[in-house]
């Protein structure tokens, strides 16, 4: 049974910083992408940052220069460093795996999810 285990989310003043960590169990993911999504209340699941097998990455505009996603493929561990926090970045973030090898930044793309970790962020 393949799970992904998200961690490190919590409650952080704007302008701080937080490490979201996902580990993968159950197969590997070392050739194939990862992601992080996130989805804030009453509103759609929206892509933020993926990462292919190789480590190229792809982030959302309203992410770009301040989150970093990264990976351990010995781990089958994906991982979302956030600096500069908003109070817009305050949402729920689910780590995705997708059992096809080309990145995707749709959320249908993903085969495998988290259960998500919460992440909020005070003005």
């Known amino acids: 049974q393949v799970q992904l285990v998200e961690s490190g989310g919590g409650l952080v003043q704007a302008g701080g910083s937080l490490r979201l960590s996902c580990a993968a169990s159950g197969r590997t993911f070392s050739r194939n992408p990862m992601a992080w999504f996130r989805q804030a209340t009453g509103k759609e699941r929206e892509f933020v940052a993926a990462?292919?097998?190789?480590?190229?990455?792809y982030y959302a505009d309203s992410v770009k220069g301040r989150f970093t996603i990264s990976r351990d493929n010995a781990k089958n561990t994906v991982y979302l460093q956030m600096n500069s926090l908003k109070p817009e970045d305050t949402a729920v973030y689910y780590c995705?795996?997708?059992?096809?090898?080309?990145?995707?930044?749709?959320?249908?793309?993903?085969?495998?999810w988290g259960q998500g970790t919460q992440v909020t962020v005070s003005s």
């Open positions: 995705a795996a997708a059992a096809s090898v080309v990145v995707y930044t749709t959320v249908r793309s993903y085969d495998y």
């Open positions: 990462i292919s097998w190789s480590g190229s990455t």
